[in-house]
């Protein structure tokens, strides 16, 4: 039931009281004698706990030391090299592991910087060493010091990591970085910044290409749609020539438009997002598409209706937000039958406001769906010539809604009709009070 270091320990104590018993018994004090008895089993304890003390104190500053000790002692001295073992076993483990760890992560070409809950570098890999020029007493000072970049510490600060941000190198001129953050433990971050400088030049010379060749096809396609203008108002071409004379001018009308949507993505793609934003009125900017829209159904009769609140500010590019919402309209114009009913909701609540275009045509099935603000992807290409588009205006809407943080989401059933709708953070949203509003 017993240890035996214990059980021998209950024997002395018995051993001690039947010594103390017996004296007692003899000298006719009883009492006195166990009492003696006592005094000395516990000077005795005492004397082993101070060896044990003694010897615990060895371990501690010298590492194991040799155990002289007897009974119950030896076997706690036992169990504590038994837990000192165990414990260097894990830590030696542990220390594989995180030195298994750092061999990968110095392997990868991608800087990790590992950052404390109060914003200390703790530990980075060899590739962040090249890329902010780290030295050993770097460590433990703000990351935010040695990542100077504006744009960085923007997005360091504002705590919402579910996009990486692209922006270029403080140190390295040229060198633009992709960064992500990931927040683990108590509040630690582990940091990766990844070099895209090749995807940066490429992309940036695939935009330099579009908006040039773009731009010298502009020229002669204006030349070659005024002379056909113009040859097509003399009157003095054969009756037979009419028909190629129109395809001819409507095929160059749409490569006109083509060029123009081409520019207008490249100088979206180009231009400083925030430049030129000021707080822009909804429901007067929807009233002018609508406008349009009518325009453009002209004999199909299409209905409109717009469900918005007066009072409502969007901060944004007026021009660019116009192009994104008449997209919209105009496609749901276009694909909406005749007489139907095409509808422009405007809703809003703590977080985000919501406009959506909803149509009542022929509907999208879900496949095309992830693919609709891809350039030049069309569901029915057939359909798309017919109405004049150039397979660019989702892409265009896309980009305009992202410079002004916002999403595009797209509901459609076959049969039903197609919701398109754009999600605009609160933070751009002014919402005047009723007084403010015109009367």
């Given at each position: 039931?017993?240890?035996?270091?214990?059980?021998?320990?209950?024997?002395?104590?018995?051993?001690?009281?039947?010594?103390?018993?017996?004296?007692?018994?003899?000298?006719?004090?009883?009492?006195?004698?166990?009492?003696?008895?006592?005094?000395?089993?516990?000077?005795?304890?005492?004397?082993?706990?101070?060896?044990?003390?003694?010897?615990?104190?060895?371990?501690?500053?010298?590492?194991?030391?040799?155990?002289?000790?007897?009974?119950?002692?030896?076997?706690?001295?036992?169990?504590?090299?038994?837990?000192?073992?165990?414990?260097?076993?894990?830590?030696?483990?542990?220390?594989?592991?995180?030195?298994?760890?750092?061999?990968?992560?110095?392997?990868?070409?991608?800087?990790?910087?590992?950052?404390?809950?109060?914003?200390?570098i703790e530990w980075w890999n060899r590739a962040a060493e090249m890329q902010f020029d780290f030295q050993p007493l770097d460590i433990g000072h703000k990351v935010t010091n040695y990542l100077r970049n504006p744009k960085f510490i923007k997005y360091y600060e504002g705590g919402d990591y579910r996009e990486p941000?692209?922006?270029?190198?403080?140190?390295?001129?040229?060198?633009?970085?992709?960064?992500?953050?990931?927040?683990?433990?108590?509040?630690?971050?582990?940091?990766?910044?990844?070099?895209?400088?090749?995807?940066?030049?490429?992309?940036?010379?695939?935009?330099?290409?579009?908006?040039?060749?773009?731009?010298?096809?502009?020229?002669?396609?204006?030349?070659?749609?005024?002379?056909?203008?113009?040859?097509?108002?003399?009157?003095?071409?054969?009756?037979?020539?009419?028909?190629?004379?129109?395809?001819?001018?409507?095929?160059?009308?749409?490569?006109?438009?083509?060029?123009?949507?081409?520019?207008?993505?490249?100088?979206?793609?180009?231009?400083?997002?925030?430049?030129?934003?000021?707080?822009?009125?909804?429901?007067?900017?929807?009233?002018?598409?609508?406008?349009?829209g009518r325009a453009l159904s002209g004999e199909r009769g299409h209905e409109f209706l717009i469900n918005c609140g007066e009072g409502i500010e969007i901060m944004g590019q007026e021009d660019e937000l116009r192009s994104a919402?008449?997209?919209?309209?105009?496609?749901?114009?276009?694909?909406?039958?005749?007489?139907?009913?095409?509808?422009?909701?405007?809703?809003?609540?703590?977080?985000?406001?919501?406009?959506?275009?909803?149509?009542?045509?022929?509907?999208?099935?879900?496949?095309?769906?992830?693919?609709?603000?891809?350039?030049?992807?069309?569901?029915?290409?057939?359909?798309?010539?017919?109405?004049?588009?150039?397979?660019?205006?989702?892409?265009?809407?896309?980009?305009?809604?992202?410079?002004?943080?916002?999403?595009?989401?797209?509901?459609?059933?076959?049969?039903?009709?197609?919701?398109?709708?754009?999600?605009?953070?609160?933070?751009?949203?002014?919402?005047?009070?009723?007084?403010?509003?015109?009367?």
């Amino acid at each position: 039931m017993f240890r035996k270091g214990v059980a021998a320990e209950l024997r002395w104590l018995l051993l001690f009281a039947i010594v103390g018993f017996s004296i007692g018994l003899v000298f006719d004090h009883v009492v006195m004698m166990m009492l003696v008895a006592a005094l000395v089993f516990g000077a005795r304890l005492m004397l082993r706990i101070s060896e044990l003390e003694s010897w615990v104190e060895a371990t501690r500053q010298r590492g194991l030391q040799e155990n002289n000790l007897e009974g119950v002692w030896a076997e706690i001295a036992e169990d504590v090299v038994l837990i000192i073992r165990r414990y260097e076993k894990d830590k030696l483990r542990l220390q594989q592991v995180v030195e298994r760890v750092q061999q990968m992560t110095a392997a990868l070409t991608d800087g990790v910087i590992i950052v404390d809950k109060h914003h200390n570098i703790e530990w980075w890999n060899r590739a962040a060493e090249m890329q902010f020029d780290f030295q050993p007493l770097d460590i433990g000072h703000k990351v935010t010091n040695y990542l100077r970049n504006p744009k960085f510490i923007k997005y360091y600060e504002g705590g919402d990591y579910r996009e990486p941000l692209d922006t270029y190198s403080v140190r390295h001129e040229g060198q633009h970085l992709q960064f992500f953050v990931h927040p683990f433990g108590d509040g630690d971050r582990l940091i990766i910044a990844r070099d895209v400088t090749r995807v940066a030049n490429l992309e940036r010379m695939r935009q330099d290409f579009v908006a040039n060749v773009s731009h010298e096809l502009r020229t002669p396609l204006t030349v070659l749609s005024g002379y056909l203008e113009t040859l097509a108002d003399t009157g003095v071409l054969p009756e037979r020539w009419g028909k190629p004379m129109g395809q001819m001018l409507e095929q160059t009308s749409r490569m006109n438009r083509l060029i123009n949507d081409l520019l207008t993505l490249s100088r979206l793609e180009t231009d400083d997002r925030d430049f030129g934003q000021r707080p822009v009125p909804l429901l007067p900017l929807l009233e002018q598409i609508v406008a349009e829209g009518r325009a453009l159904s002209g004999e199909r009769g299409h209905e409109f209706l717009i469900n918005c609140g007066e009072g409502i500010e969007i901060m944004g590019q007026e021009d660019e937000l116009r192009s994104a919402i008449a997209n919209l309209v105009y496609n749901a114009v276009n694909y909406t039958p005749d007489g139907k009913k095409v509808s422009i909701l405007v809703n809003s609540d703590p977080h985000e406001l919501v406009l959506k275009v909803k149509d009542n045509g022929e509907g999208i099935e879900s496949r095309h769906i992830p693919r609709l603000t891809e350039r030049f992807y069309r569901v029915d290409a057939g359909r798309s010539r017919e109405t004049g588009g150039t397979g660019l205006g989702l892409a265009i809407v896309k980009h305009i809604l992202l410079r002004h943080d916002a999403d595009l989401k797209i509901r459609s059933k076959v049969g039903k009709g197609s919701t398109f709708s754009c999600h605009f953070p609160i933070k751009r949203v002014i919402q005047s009070s009723p007084e403010q509003q015109p009367s």
